[in-house]
């Protein structure tokens, strides 16, 4: 026999440790970056989620308040019982725009009066 050592064709040579480094340590930094990019994707599409769902609507508490308040600025007037005012408990509610031109003119006609 001699003494050559005989390779089958399914015999490949290892490969060489630099280029497989830089090759493993690529590929690490690839997986990293997606990973990021995944989770900064995830991240912000929850923010504009919450945003809409939450930050951009009125609860529905706060929205029925707001009609409340809105009616009772434009109703016409009327008298309420108010057991906290005098005169027997009665006041004569009206709509905030008379109540500011009933004021105005109020002033008016007193500061006329306090130059004569």
Do not use: C, N
Request: no cysteine; charged share 30%; hydrophobic share 45%.
């Amino acid at each position: 026999m001699s003494e050559v050592d005989r390779h089958s064709l399914t015999d490949r040579e290892d490969p060489a440790a630099g280029p497989t480094w830089v090759i493993g340590l690529v590929g690490v930094l690839l997986l990293v970056v997606a990973i990021l990019v995944v989770a900064a994707v995830m991240y912000r599409s929850l923010a504009l989620e919450f945003e809409q769902k939450v930050s951009a609507q009125a609860p529905e508490e706060l929205e029925a308040l707001r009609r409340e308040q809105t009616a009772r600025l434009t109703d016409p007037p009327r008298w309420e019982i108010r057991p906290d005012s005098g005169e027997g408990g009665r006041s004569l509610v009206i709509p905030i725009e008379q109540a500011m031109e009933a004021f105005v003119e109020e002033t008016a006609g007193a500061a006329e009066e306090g130059e004569s």
